[in-house]
């Protein structure tokens, strides 16, 4: 940052970060290069995220749509606030 202001993200918490995003829309990438777009319900220390109203994407394009999605810590690159 220019003349040393501190962004909003810099210096949080992760997990204050995720605490305040749950119940907004987020974007999960997986390892594999999947995406789950979907709101964010809950989070824990694992990095276990539970969605609802989720949409699957590969490759760009929409597979599937899901009421609730479960993605399990290990798998997961990032999580993004939409």
Do not use: C, W
């Not at 040393?4 to 992760?14: F, R």
């Not at 319900?41 to 597979?63: H, P």
């Amino acid at each position: 940052m220019e003349n040393g202001a501190v962004s909003q993200s810099e210096g949080k918490d992760p997990s204050v970060f995720l605490g305040e995003i749950i119940g907004h829309p987020v974007t999960v990438k997986l390892n594999s290069g999947v995406v789950y777009r979907g709101e964010l319900q809950s989070v824990d220390g694992y990095m276990n995220i539970a969605l609802e109203k989720t949409d699957e994407i590969v490759n760009g394009a929409k597979r599937r749509h899901y009421g609730d999605a479960f993605v399990r810590g290990n798998n997961v690159m990032y999580i993004s606030a939409d």
